[in-house]
């Protein structure tokens, strides 16, 4: 499995969710095994070309994540162009467009999803990053505006004339946000129709459903929310595509991560990670925020990662309820502690993930 020249060790990616699929919680994930390339979170091209901090964090990744790949969205294609050379030169291996993001403060300005109305300009963006950088462009799409509108098979066409190296698709609308099912089927039609690899992204939350869908006529899965609940999902998935049983995760396993996620997020605020990319060799990490601006983003980073860890978890949701509740590090890790490593508690698993 290769994109251009890039070799994936494995078909299945963490899919880029912003606000939740930052450097620590990726590593952590490709630690498990079964990873073969992660996405960082959506990053602006504008926030890139302009060098803002902000911008400048949410595409930070380490070596371990290789190979990674830095999703990017907006709708200038000289803009795009520029930022793919940011991103180039970060050394990521490849630079994704966000063709999918709904939200009508993206969608507005011709990029995210409402770039799947305008296929001829989908194209030029493309056409344009291509020229300017050697790395692989791919692209993450939809399904389609909304039903009447179903152009995922037209703007992979032309995306892949333009120069694209790798599509991945969301089998939902953008009117749809999250609602129904992913329509695999579809994604499976467009990926007979174009000869670069076709990954397909939605509603995989079992081990089995990652590799069914796998089996299913795509060369490749995204995994979003699914990663969330079960940071274990790809590897268990690598397990059943080679004829194993899919590992148990124990409840100690469980809190590790957790702990180790809050770890990681407090060592990268302090300077303390090894190996960071920043965008620009020599330049420096945005200001690191000050203590307790600091301790106020772990925890607002684990409370979002619990929302979505603790589901399907017996006492999950008193658990969520507590972690909202807490109020300082050391209080949050006394709270997995006691919930996930006192053997208090018992945690199904691998069962533990349920829709
Ligand atoms: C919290 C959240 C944030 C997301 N952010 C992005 C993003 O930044 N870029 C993107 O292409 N897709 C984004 N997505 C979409 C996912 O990558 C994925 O395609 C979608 O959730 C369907 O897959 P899933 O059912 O496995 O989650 C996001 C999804 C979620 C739930």
């Known amino acids: 499995m290769r994109i251009g020249p890039v070799p994936l060790p494995s078909p299945f990616v963490v899919s880029p969710m912003a606000g939740m699929t ?28 302009r060098g803002i901090d902000r911008t400048l964090e949410y595409a930070e990744y380490t070596e371990e994540e290789r190979p990674v790949s830095i999703q990017i969205f907006g709708g200038d294609p000289d803009r795009m162009a520029e930022a793919a050379r940011v991103v180039e030169d970060m050394g990521a291996d490849i630079v994704d467009v966000n063709m999918g993001c709904p939200v009508p403060k993206i969608a507005k300005h011709h990029a995210g999803c409402s770039l799947m109305r305008e296929p001829g300009h989908a194209a030029t963006i493309i056409a344009a990053m291509v020229k300017a950088v050697r790395i692989p462009v791919t692209v993450k799409m939809r399904k389609g505006w909304d039903d009447s509108d179903l152009s995922a098979p037209e703007v992979a066409r032309r995306v892949e004339d333009a120069g694209a190296a790798a599509i991945a698709i969301h089998g939902r609308t953008a009117k749809q946000s999250y609602s129904g099912q992913a329509d695999w089927d579809f994604v499976a039609g467009v990926a007979q129709s174009v000869r670069i690899p076709v990954f397909g992204s939605g509603d995989c939350v079992e081990p089995e459903q990652v590799v069914e869908r796998l089996r299913a006529g795509v060369s490749g899965v995204f995994v979003g929310r699914g990663v969330l609940r079960n940071p274990w999902i790809l590897a268990q998935a690598q397990d059943l595509l080679e004829g194993r049983a899919a590992r148990a995760v124990s409840a100690e396993a469980r809190g590790r991560f957790l702990l180790d996620y809050m770890q990681l997020l407090l060592d990268e605020r302090t300077g303390e990670s090894e190996g960071f990319r920043h965008v620009a060799p020599g330049q420096a990490m945005a200001t690191p925020a000050p203590p307790r601006g600091r301790e106020r983003w772990v925890i607002n980073k684990l409370r979002a990662l619990c929302t979505w860890y603790t589901k399907g978890m017996e006492g999950g949701s008193q658990l969520r309820t507590a972690v909202n509740a807490a109020e300082s590090v050391p209080q949050l890790r006394e709270l997995i502690e006691a919930s996930f490593l006192s053997g208090a508690r018992p945690v199904r698993s691998p069962e533990l993930v349920t829709r």
């Not at 095994?33 to 996405?39: P, S």
């Open 22 to 49: 930052d450097t620590a919680f990726r590593r952590l994930v490709k630690r498990q095994g079964g990873c073969g390339l992660v996405v960082s979170e959506m990053v602006s091209s504008e926030g890139l070309v």
